[in-house]
């Protein structure tokens, strides 16, 4: 029962590091004409007549002023994915004059004008405790880490993030981690007998999945239902609109969209993890003045025994 137990710690402690990654890649949601939620950037599809889910799929929103041309779209991202995700995002990147990336950083690893030392990324591609807990996950369920992948060195990528020393600060000052434990605790609470079932039923996917006849699919599949299920469980842990995890990095990327605007660079990514887009969203709107257009979806995780049979 122990064994049992602490296995299942070590599945929410994944789905909460994968949330917490969505927000914050290495640091390792004003009023709106809608209200926004984590759900609307992120889903699991489900075709129909298939019994189960065929892609958990992350979300780019267009967006554009129709007076100065400038078009900006949000391209949202898990930060453990498929390779062929990654692959796919680095052909995305290429049709913008920048992509605004988030990567919380020290000081001394900028070079300028929003540049950074091509050594980081190989520093952080090492191996630590952290990195090879993300690995063995990973490797079981066939996904790979994002900074494996990400052509960050391309001509175009434009970090926009606080650095390291401005984000530990602002956590500090807002108490993030304090009332992140907090809301944890009160979401416990809260539990109903229903939810309590609902465990029970994950539980038992879980199980099932390594007595399936290809247990990395079933396990890849359970977790993801398991994630798609508390969206919003994540989205109040985070807090977007009183942190720094989200709110602070938010507007320091807010910060350098301003400035490339204002060069007269027409089309521009901002490229951050999923739970950002909430905030994301009604500040282009608000603050910009910049008009929704689109929304399209690149699969991250695909969820079919064959890949080719998925319909696109």
């Known amino acids: 029962m122990k064994k049992t137990k602490q296995f299942f710690l070590g599945i929410s402690a994944f789905v909460l590091i994968f949330w917490l990654q969505s927000a914050c890649l290495f ?12 759900g609307d950037y992120i889903r699991l ?10 892609s958990l799929d992350t979300a780019i929103v267009k967006f554009v ?17 498929d390779k062929e995700y990654y692959e796919a995002l680095n052909d995305e990147f290429k049709k913008y004059d920048a992509v605004l990336f988030e990567l919380v950083v020290n000081e001394t690893d900028k070079n300028g004008d929003e540049k950074l030392d091509k050594r980081i990324f190989e520093t952080k591609k090492k191996k630590n ?6 690995g063995s996950f990973g490797e079981f369920l066939q996904l790979s880490h994002q900074v494996d992948h990400v052509d960050y060195t391309a001509k175009n990528m434009v970090h926009a993030d606080l650095s390291l020393q401005e984000f530990l600060q602002r956590v500090s000052e807002r108490g993030d981690i304090f009332l992140m434990l907090l809301r944890a605790a009160m979401m416990s609470l809260q539990q109903s007998e229903k939810s309590a079932s609902a465990e029970l039923e994950t539980q038992g996917r879980i199980i099932g999945s390594f007595f399936a006849s290809n247990p990395s ?3 890849k599949r359970s977790i993801a239902r398991q994630m798609t299920s508390q969206l919003d469980e994540a989205a109040n842990l985070l807090a977007g609109e009183s942190s720094a995890i989200i709110s602070d990095r938010n507007a320091a990327a807010l910060k350098v969209l301003r400035k490339e605007i204002k060069k007269g660079t ?5 490229f951050y993890g999923s739970a950002h887009l909430p905030e994301f969203v009604k500040s282009l709107k608000k603050d910009f ?3 929704e257009t689109e929304v399209t ?7 079919t025994k064959n890949k080719t049979a998925r319909k696109k």
């Open 65 to 81: 002023n129709k007076k100065t041309g400038v078009k900006v779209d949000l391209i949202g991202a898990v930060h453990i994915a």
């Open 289 to 291: 003045k910049l008009q």
């Open 129 to 134: 405790a952290y990195s090879d807990m993300q």
């Open 217 to 219: 699919l079933s396990f």
């Open 266 to 270: 027409k089309k521009i990514a901002i």
């Open 297 to 303: 979806w690149l699969v991250a995780w695909d969820l």
């Open 27 to 38: 640091s390792d949601g004003g009023a709106a004409v809608k209200s926004e939620s984590l």
């Open 45 to 54: 599809t489900q075709q129909e007549g298939r019994l189960q889910p065929t």
